[in-house]
C-alpha cells in the first residue's frame, strides 16, 4: 500500500495560516491525494483532494509539489474549531486499501 | 438526513457477548467499509464490500463477520466479545473501490466488561 508520513503534531494561534505537510515519495500516476481531519469525539470527514495541480475549496486549499512526492493542506486563517487530527491519505488504482496513517494533532491556541 | 448512519452510537457488554452495529448509506455509493479505532486513535481499515462483494479483509479475528444485504447496507457481527474489542468502530461508504471521497459516519463506541 502507498503509505503516507506527516508531524504527529502541529500548533497554530488563531487567525493565523497553518501549512500542515505530508510525504508521499511511493504515489504512482494515478492516485489522488486525500485530506481528512477528525474533530473530537467525530468520524473522519473529507477536506479536499486532488491529483497533479492546486486545489481550493471553502475549508482549505491543497498545495501539490511538482513531483508529487509531498502535499501541503493550507488553512487560510486557522480557528479554534480547526484543532482536529488530520489525515493525508492516497486513493487509486494503485495505493491499495488506502491506509490511514497517525495522522497530524493540530492545536489552535486562542 | 444523515448520509452515512451507523447504529447503536454506544454499546457496552459482557465478554463472550455477541453484537451486532447496523451501517446504512444513502449515497448510492458502491462501496462500504469497517474501520476500527482503538484507544491510540490508529484508524485501521478492517473490511471493505464493493456492490456486496468482499474485496478487503484484513488480519481481522473470524469472530468478526460482516455481512452486506445490499449495498447501501453493511453491517459488522461480533462473536464471543473480547476486552480487545473495545475501540469505536466507524462505518464509510465511497463512490467506487478506488475513487471519490470517504464518507464516515459517527462511530459507534464499543465497550466490553
Known amino acids: 500500500d502507498a503509505k503516507t508520513t506527516q508531524p504527529n503534531s502541529m500548533e497554530s494561534n488563531e487567525e493565523e495560516p497553518v501549512h500542515l505537510p505530508c510525504n508521499h515519495s511511493t504515489i504512482s500516476g494515478t492516485d489522488y491525494i486525500h485530506w481528512y481531519r477528525q474533530l473530537p469525539s467525530q468520524g473522519p470527514e473529507y477536506v479536499i483532494h486532488?491529483?497533479?495541480s492546486n486545489v481550493n475549496n471553502r475549508m482549505a486549499s491543497l498545495a501539490i509539489a511538482e513531483d508529487r512526492k509531498s502535499s501541503t493542506l493550507i488553512l487560510h486563517r486557522a480557528t479554534l474549531r480547526d484543532a482536529a487530527v488530520y489525515y493525508c491519505?492516497?486513493?487509486?488504482?494503485?495505493?491499495?486499501?488506502?491506509?490511514f496513517g497517525d495522522g497530524t494533532t493540530l492545536t489552535v491556541k486562542p | 438526513d444523515t448520509a452515512v448512519s451507523q447504529t447503536p452510537k454506544y454499546l457496552v457488554t459482557q465478554m463472550g457477548n455477541d453484537k451486532s452495529i447496523k451501517c446504512e448509506q444513502n449515497?448510492?455509493?458502491?462501496?462500504m467499509y469497517w474501520y476500527k479505532q482503538d484507544s491510540k486513535k490508529f484508524l485501521k481499515i478492517m473490511f471493505s464490500?464493493?456492490?456486496?462483494?468482499?474485496?478487503i479483509n484484513e488480519t481481522v479475528p473470524n469472530r468478526f463477520s460482516p455481512k452486506s444485504p445490499d449495498k447501501a447496507h453493511l453491517n459488522l457481527h461480533i462473536n464471543s466479545l473480547e476486552l480487545g474489542d473495545s475501540a469505536v468502530y466507524f462505518c464509510?461508504?465511497?463512490?467506487?473501490?478506488?475513487?471519490?471521497?470517504?464518507?464516515f459516519g459517527e462511530g459507534s463506541r464499543l465497550t466490553v466488561l
Open positions: 491519505i492516497l486513493r487509486g488504482t494503485n495505493a491499495g486499501k488506502s491506509t
Open positions: 464509510a461508504s465511497s463512490r467506487g473501490q478506488h475513487t471519490g471521497e470517504l464518507f
Open positions: 486532488g491529483l497533479t
Open positions: 449515497l448510492g455509493h458502491d462501496t
Open positions: 464490500y464493493n456492490n456486496k462483494e468482499l474485496i
